[in-house]
């Protein structure tokens, strides 16, 4: 069974602080995506990254992809109360077209 | 805009009945969606993976007796949560796939059962 481990499990800070979520496992992934949960909504895509140590921008979000397509990180800069979240990397391997989600890191960015 | 739909939002039963739930893709002919449940604060786990025109595919655990999935169209898939009991009760989520094995997820359908 392949896993793929989140941490920080919580994280809760104030706006304008940085912050890094990882996303590890001992499976390799030909795909990795991150999304974005808000309560009582579904999951909504992020970023999908692919060649292993690709890094990604969006806005205040950076995306990163192990050079051995095992692990990901994501950093958000100057984080923001809109920033307020479930995050959760999935991780798509081969051909399948299932994926494999996180243990997901729940962040609080408040004021 | 979205691109998958689900309903209900919610819904509240009673112990004993059945309840169905629709997911439609929006923009895309879609020949393989996906059904997840959620607890809270807890990440997606995948129920099963809805086939057009043929039988789905259900992860290790999930009885596919209890949950029903239809797939007869290329834009609808439908569960259907047999005899729903309180421990049923939870956040169901359906998604289609992307071009990248990304998925686009719905809304969700939160139940609860009496």
């Known amino acids: 069974t392949q896993l793929l481990e989140q941490s920080p499990q919580f994280l809760s800070i104030q706006e304008g602080e940085n912050l890094t979520v990882y996303c590890n496992s001992s499976s390799v992934f030909s795909s990795l995506q991150w999304y974005r949960q808000e309560p009582g909504e579904g999951p909504v895509l992020l970023v999908t990254v692919v060649t292993g140590g690709e890094v990604k921008k969006l806005k205040r979000l950076t995306f990163q992809f192990g050079d051995a397509r095992k692990d990901s990180s994501l950093h958000i800069t100057a984080a923001q109360p809109g920033d307020t979240g479930l995050y959760l990397c999935a991780g798509a391997t081969g051909g399948g077209n299932k994926l494999t989600f996180g243990t997901g890191t729940q962040l609080k960015v408040e004021l | 805009g979205a691109v998958v739909s689900q309903h209900p939002s919610w819904v509240i039963c009673k112990s004993g009945t059945s309840v169905k739930i629709e997911c439609r893709s929006l923009d895309f002919q879609a020949t393989t969606m996906f059904w997840y449940r959620q607890f809270p604060k807890q990440s997606l786990m995948l129920m099963a993976t809805?086939?057009?025109?043929?039988?789905?595919?259900?992860e290790q655990g999930v009885e596919k007796d209890k949950f029903l999935i239809n797939h007869a169209s290329l834009t609808l898939s439908t569960l259907t949560v047999t005899s729903a009991h309180p421990e049923d009760s939870s956040f169901y989520i359906c998604s289609r796939q992307g071009v990248r094995n990304e998925q686009f997820f719905g809304p969700g359908t939160r139940l609860t059962v009496l």
């Open positions: 809805s086939n057009e025109g043929s039988k789905a595919t259900y």
